[in-house]
């Protein structure tokens, strides 16, 4: 999968996949993650790339022109699956949304920032506006990188057992289940019988009873789509 990544501030994007799960997926090969710096295609020497908002107000727009020249530039070495803007008035991230895009060859994430990008090209070149949740960032950037690292994980590949995304919180639309490691006792805090027990049928059924109560006590409206 290739992601092209635009931004302002493309040092937000340089931690968040050089490690760990997103590092292995790039060495596999399995995920290329290039970031972009919009003033690349800045309208001027100055690197120019917003202007005020018509009709006043506070707070700068992203133009059209850099976005657009940038869009056209790198859709024309591959055409991109999906052209996806992070926005805080975007559809509302969730795990059917990564496991739809994991799907996806190659994706092209703008980042806003200021006050916006220009309307004209969310009409004309956005595919899927996306928010991580109901509060407001400085930037796209972080939201961009959850993304990044919550489909990139789906890839086929990518986890060392293909299995374990499927046992994930939200893939069931349940939380998962209390997990413990070694000691069994620490101070005088036990790990509860039945995991040492051996009998993977009753495990099985405890994990789904824990998962189920943790749900019903965290996250009851996880369950009321059922
Ligand atoms: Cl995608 N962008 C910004 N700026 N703020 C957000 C967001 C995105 N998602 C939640 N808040």
Redo the contacts with the bound molecule.
Sequence with gaps: MNIHIISVVPELLESPFAHSIMKRAADKGLLQVTVHHLRKWAINEYGTIDDYAFGGGAGMVMMCEPLVKAIEELSAAAPFDEIIF???D?KRFDQPTANELSLKENMLFIC?HYKGIDQRVRDHFITRE????D??????EL?AAVVVDAVGRLIPGVLNDETSALFDSFQDNLLAPPVYTRPEVFRDWKVPDVLLSGDHKRIEEWRYEQALKRTQEKRPDLLEGE
Excluded: K, R
């Design positions: 992070f926005t805080p975007g806003g996306i928010s991580i949740g509060y407001v960032l400085s930037g796209g939201a």
